[in-house]
């Protein structure tokens, strides 16, 4: 990519992945309320409509470190387009289906471009952007996913009245719209290397994302520890974690790893892993406060979603503050206040759940915290550290992390919830969480300071 680019086009072409990445994530919050209407459609089990969201996180998984490898060697231009291209036939699919055989394969096409979206995003900021830039740049783009996860269901709830097709088919203008634009303000790359694919280590990650989804899937949270012992889950989990080293095997040994295994040696990247997996834990704790608000406050369905909004609104609105901040005062300080902030919140929620105030004061502090997390100071330090060469690879760690954290935690929590009756259960995985949000605070005092960022980013351009 060009390093060159004058302002506006920089920030033109950082409109394009805004608008790229708010697409893909508001299709991940629109899903929620789509499902019912679709298990109505095609008289489905939730068992069984819990694939369409399932099989987008699988192929998210595997998109991400494949689409996000192929723009390090072949530019960001053509691998967004390919990307867009990809959500888009997905898109088509699932609008068009008659069977939900076709929703499956649409879910699979459009997971594998979403995948590629982020990562090339984030890799670009690194690629076009001064260093005192880059943090302001991520907390923009960090700001849609908390905008995505308020705009999502309420979108979703809109469209719905239409019929549930309409709800995919809105992506199809708006993936066309950005492929134009991206044809036209995306510069060309201007060496371009041949890259020798790692077939191996493709197919075992697709093995290891498919062992790890679908035997967390198939556990009963009414009866966790006899399902986790079952033959639907436990050779599945078992074979997940016999692969994880033969796959670290396989991709040292690759001339081109599909995911670079010697960046995890590094430590400011290797404690990134650890925020991002603690965030995936922590996230899956704040689905489940919708239910915990109707059981201490009474609430509805319905009212008890909109108590999400403290958390979701300040995360939307703390990114672009945090990452403006990011570039005069590191991640350090920032992740270190952030966590703290999270495990306040989230201790405060599980002792006292029945106090309206105290309730929306805390998951502002909950929604700030998170976006410390896995929002920009988090994908900043993976910037920082990453040869230009790398930084699509470095960013696709972060997404694949995201993602097993989040399907681990669910799964945990799923299982702490329908192990204690009412709303002890509630509690006891939102301390569980503020746990692991302290863990999370002590890793981020182990990171570079500032100056030693600072320094790291001019070695590496």
Known sequence: MQKTLDTKTRNLILILFLIGVFMGSLDTGIIGPVLPSIEQSFHLTSRESSWIFTLFVIFFMIGSPVMAKFSDFYGRKKVFILDVILFGIGSCLIASAFSIEAIFLGRVVQGFGCGGIFPVAGAFVGDAFPLEERGKALGILGSVFGISAIGGPLVGAALIPYGWNWCFTINIPIAIFIIAFAWYILPEME???????????????????????????????????????????????????????????????????????????????????????????????????????????????????????????????????????????????????????????????????????????????IGVGLVTIIGAPLRYIVLTEAKPYERGAGQAIVNMLSSAGQLIGGALIGGIIASFAGILGYKISLLLAAIVALVAFAFTLKLKSRDEQIATMKANQ
């Open 191 to 365: 060496d371009e290397r041949k890259l020798k694919i790692d077939y191996l280590g493709i197919i075992i990650l697709s093995l290891l994302a498919i062992f790890l989804a679908y035997g967390l899937n198939q556990i009963d949270s009414s009866n966790f520890l006899n399902s986790l012992l079952s033959l639907n889950v436990l050779p599945f989990l078992l074979a997940f974690i016999i692969l994880i080293p033969i796959f670290l095997k396989v991709e040292k040994r690759a001339e081109e790893s599909i995911v670079p295994i010697h960046m995890l040696k590094n430590r400011e990247i290797s404690i990134a892993c650890v925020e991002t997996l603690c965030y995936g834990i922590i996230y899956s704790s704040a689905i489940f406060i919708p239910s915990l608000v109707i059981l201490s406050m009474g609430l509805n369905e319905q009212y008890a979603s909109l108590m999400l909004i403290p958390i979701l609104g300040a995360n939307a609105v703390a990114a672009p503050i945090l990452g403006k901040i990011l570039d005069s005062a590191g991640s350090r300080k920032i992740m270190a206040v952030g966590t703290i902030m999270l495990a306040i919140g989230l201790f405060a929620i599980a002792v006292y759940p029945s106090n309206l105030i105290f309730f929306i004061i805390a998951g502002c502090m």
